[in-house]
């Protein structure tokens, strides 16, 4: 069965840090491509960040980049969200999902197979 446990979520102020960590079991978390999303109340899904399996190939959304970093231990079956400069609209529920692919990762949140439960992060003004 497999499982995606994500922790690090918190209540932190506007310019403050997190890491976001998310736990695999259940798969052969190297094959596949990792990636955030965040759910914001009455808003839609969208994506954060993405990691490619070998970890060699990042995306991120504008709103994120320069200020989140994306990165992955396949040794401990384990995929983080760095996030700094945090800003009060990242206020949301960051949830990570697992794609199998053998190149790249998506931005697309229908290709991903495994979801987590998510991660509560609240930026206070």
């Known amino acids: 069965q497999v499982q995606l446990v994500e922790s690090g979520g918190g209540l932190v102020q506007t310019g403050g840090s997190l890491r976001l960590s998310c736990a695999a079991s259940?798969?052969?978390?190297?094959?596949?491509?990792t990636g955030w999303f965040r759910q914001a109340p009455g808003k839609e899904r969208e994506f954060v960040a993405a990691?490619?399996?070998?970890?060699?190939?990042?995306y991120y959304s504008d709103s994120v980049k320069g200020r989140f970093a994306i990165s992955r231990n396949n040794a401990k079956n384990t995929v983080y969200l760095q996030m700094n400069t945090l800003k009060p609209e990242d206020t949301a529920v960051y949830y990570c999902a697992a794609d199998y692919r053998e190149v790249g990762a998506s931005r697309n949140s229908g290709a991903y197979d495994f979801w987590g439960q998510g991660t509560q992060v609240t930026v206070s003004s």
């Open positions: 990691i490619s399996w070998k970890g060699d190939i990042t």
């Open positions: 259940g798969l052969t978390f190297s094959t596949y491509a």
